[in-house]
């Protein structure tokens, strides 16, 4: 039986347009790209406050203030120093800010005028006894979770425990203690 070829459509044309399509419209680098980066569970009162900028090689930062959340109002102006590339760190730029100064409670953000436009962290708090009122509640928890007390130890208080408390044990524990004694 003499079968004839089925013709072949060329999949380039289909497959090629939408493909070309998707790369056109990659967005290029631009402000958007610019990233400022703070603690994201906020600055002790009166500890260190640092932020950075990730930028691209080419962008230019030329003033930073710290701004209230609530009203967007400048609080200070902080100084920007260019810190530059990381080795190893693909092609990005490092800016640094510091506003150790700033001693006053509250929400706030960095905006930083760049060539590329205006750039904004998110919104960070700056507080006394930051860590302790923020996270001790998660760490109590944790402890308790972990350590199995309350209502979770009474509803395992009917499970039977291991030997460790019984006389194989006690006697595994003296043969273990003899001979770290004889090791000495």
């Known amino acids: 039986m003499n079968a004839s070829p089925i ?26 790209d610019l990233k400022t980066l703070t603690n994201q569970l906020g600055y002790e009162k009166t500890g260190p406050k640092h932020g950075v900028i990730l930028a691209n090689p080419g962008d230019q930062i030329s003033s930073c203030s710290l701004k209230n959340k609530e009203s967007g109002q400048q609080v200070v102006a902080l100084p920007v120093h260019n810190t530059g590339p990381v080795k190893k760190w693909r092609d990005w730029h490092f800016w640094t800010v510091d506003f150790d100064s700033f001693q006053a409670e509250g929400e706030c953000f960095i905006e930083c005028a760049s060539s590329g436009g205006l750039v904004r962290s998110l919104p960070f708090r700056i507080q006394q006894l930051l860590l302790e009122r923020n996270t001790l509640s998660d760490v109590i928890y944790f402890f308790q979770e972990e350590r199995g007390s309350g209502r979770f130890d009474q509803a395992d208080r009917h499970l039977p425990f291991d030997a460790r408390n019984g006389p194989e044990f006690a006697r595994y524990k003296e043969r273990l203690l003899d001979e770290a004694i004889q090791r000495e």
């Not at 044309?13 to 998707?22: A, E, G, H, K």
Request: aromatic fraction near 12%; charged fraction near 10%; hydrophobic fraction near 55%.
């Open 7 to 32: 013709p072949k459509k060329p999949l380039f044309i289909p497959i090629s347009i939408p493909l070309l399509l998707c790369f056109l419209f990659v967005p290029s680098a631009n402000a958007s």
